[in-house]
């Protein structure tokens, strides 16, 4: 069976909390769109983009393939220019998020939505608070403000914020290339099992794919996100659907 890659993991990169919180706080008081995948949360979740394919700031769509472009709000917000310039990749869209106390953004995968489909998504949380519950691929990941997180969003995985503050993180779409492989690398990536579930020949993975569909599990619903994903790239299928979370 293929082997699932790295479920998420912690980049090595620190960006200041403090500078990371004045932008975001200069950001706040703008009008905010409510996010568009409407069936996928309960409460208050929206964003505002700093960059979108319409380069406008309130075009917080996040489909992977689009031409994008900077915002006006991203000239007003320089340290959020520096972090981005700090990843030396191609972005996409590029966006801060909201998810209001009280709020949930509920589980769901995003099929195609890991590194080994060739793109990938940051998150650095800008606000917080301990009362935050992300899960991706049934594990806790505890993020805290100034860090920088991938995760593979692919996997089932859920937000919940409990807490009594918003939860605001800065959230970067991104195309993979040499220095991105050296940097996971870094950060531990499982580039061995990514090679694993790529070894499989097309054929196969359609049996497998088969099978799994048969199966009443959150493990084989898991792999055959996974395996569709994998077996559309081969295919040379559209590209992935937009991301939610």
């Known amino acids: ?14 960006f200041d909390p403090e500078a990371l919180r004045a932008d975001g706080d200069a950001c706040v008081a703008l009008s905010w769109k409510r996010h568009f995948n409407a069936a996928d949360f309960q409460g208050s979740w929206d964003g505002i983009a700093l960059r979108s394919p319409s380069g406008a700031a309130d075009d917080i769509r996040a489909h992977p393939g689009m031409e994008y472009a900077d915002t006006p709000l991203l000239e007003g917000c320089r340290y959020f220019k520096t972090v981005l310039d700090r990843f030396e990749c191609e972005k996409e869209s590029v966006r801060l998020l909201r998810l209001a106390p009280g709020s949930e953004i509920k589980e769901h995968s ?22 935050v519950r992300f899960v991706v691929g049934g594990s806790l990941v505890r993020m805290e403000p100034g860090e920088s997180w991938y995760a593979d969003f692919g996997l089932p995985h859920s937000v919940k914020n409990d807490g009594e503050t918003d939860r605001i993180h800065l959230v970067i779409d991104a195309l993979r290339n040499p220095w991105t492989d050296a940097v996971f690398r870094e950060a531990g990536y499982d580039f061995e099992a990514e090679a694993r579930a790529r070894a499989y020949p097309l054929e196969v993975k359609v049996q497998m794919l088969e099978r799994l569909r ?20 081969e295919q040379g299928r559209p590209p992935r659907p937009p991301l939610a979370e």
Do not use: K
């Open 214 to 233: 048969s199966m009443d599990s959150e493990a084989a619903r898991e792999l055959v996100a996974q395996l569709t994903a994998e077996i559309e790239a």
């Open 1 to 14: 069976m293929a082997a699932v890659a790295t479920a998420f993991l912690r980049l090595p990169f620190q």
């Open 110 to 131: 995003d099929p195609g939505a890991g590194y080994s489909s060739g793109a990938f998504r940051i998150h650095v949380p800008i606000r917080t608070n301990p009362r």
